[in-house]
């Protein structure tokens, strides 16, 4: 059963500053995703990653991932207020299109 | 760009009741499609794979006599909670997947934020 793992769970941080946020999952996959998700809203799109080495970069944010590891990052340099929301991975189980998600990252950054 | 469309946004049911989410795929056709159920700062979990045309495939542990998955079409998926309890208000999320030949990009919908009283 692939199980997905991120931490930290809760991050509160000044603005400014930079952290990562870990995404460990437990057996192969083609694909791993991360979303940003705010309050009482549903998921936006921020990264595919699809194969091992794969970087991805927009703004502040940017993704990496490592599949031999079984490990995707997400750097935020630099953090702005703007940013705060949960961010949750989601890794692919290969052929079959389902996603399962991480257990998502609280991130408030205080200004 | 691809648009996963929700309805409704919000619902409030008697328990007992039954109630109906819809999940449309605006602009392609959807095979597969998938939902899932939120709690309160909580993640996201799999509920079901729902393929067009066939029965809808449950994860463990989801009751698929309460919760009725219908693809009746490839641009419609609707998620029926049977005879609602207050422990079944949630977020449910559905998304579809554009399939192989598309280069199978998953769509999110906007969510239905379901409160049973």
């Known amino acids: 059963e692939l199980k997905v793992e991120q931490n930290p769970l809760f991050l509160s941080m000044q603005e400014g500053k930079n952290y990562t946020i870990y995404c460990n999952y437990s057996t192969t996959s083609d694909r791993l995703y991360w979303y940003r998700q705010d309050p009482g809203k549903s998921l936006e799109s921020l990264f595919v990653?699809?194969?091992?080495?794969a970087v991805k970069q927009e703004g502040r944010l940017m993704a990496s991932l490592d599949t031999k590891a079984r490990l995707s990052t997400l750097h935020i340099t630099a953090a702005v207020h703007d940013l705060s929301a949960t961010y949750f991975c989601a890794v692919e189980t290969s052929g079959t299109y389902k996603y399962i998600f991480g257990t998502g990252t609280r991130l408030k950054v205080l200004a | 760009g691809a648009v996963v469309s929700q309805h409704p946004s919000r619902v409030i049911c008697k328990s007992g009741t039954s109630v109906k989410i819809e999940c449309r795929s605006l602009d392609f056709q959807a095979t597969t499609m998938f939902w899932y159920r939120q709690f309160p700062k909580q993640s996201l979990m799999l509920m079901a794979t729902s393929n067009e045309g066939s029965k809808a495939t449950y994860e463990q542990g989801v009751e698929k006599d309460k919760f009725l998955i219908n693809h009746a079409s490839l641009t419609l998926s609707t998620l029926t909670v049977t005879s609602a309890h207050p422990e079944d208000s949630s977020f449910y999320i559905c998304?579809?997947?554009?399939?192989?030949?598309?280069?199978?990009?998953?769509?999110f919908g906007e969510g239905s934020w379901l409160t049973v009283v």
């Open positions: 998304s579809a997947s554009t399939g192989r030949i598309s280069g199978n990009t998953i769509y």
């Open positions: 990653l699809l194969s091992n080495g």
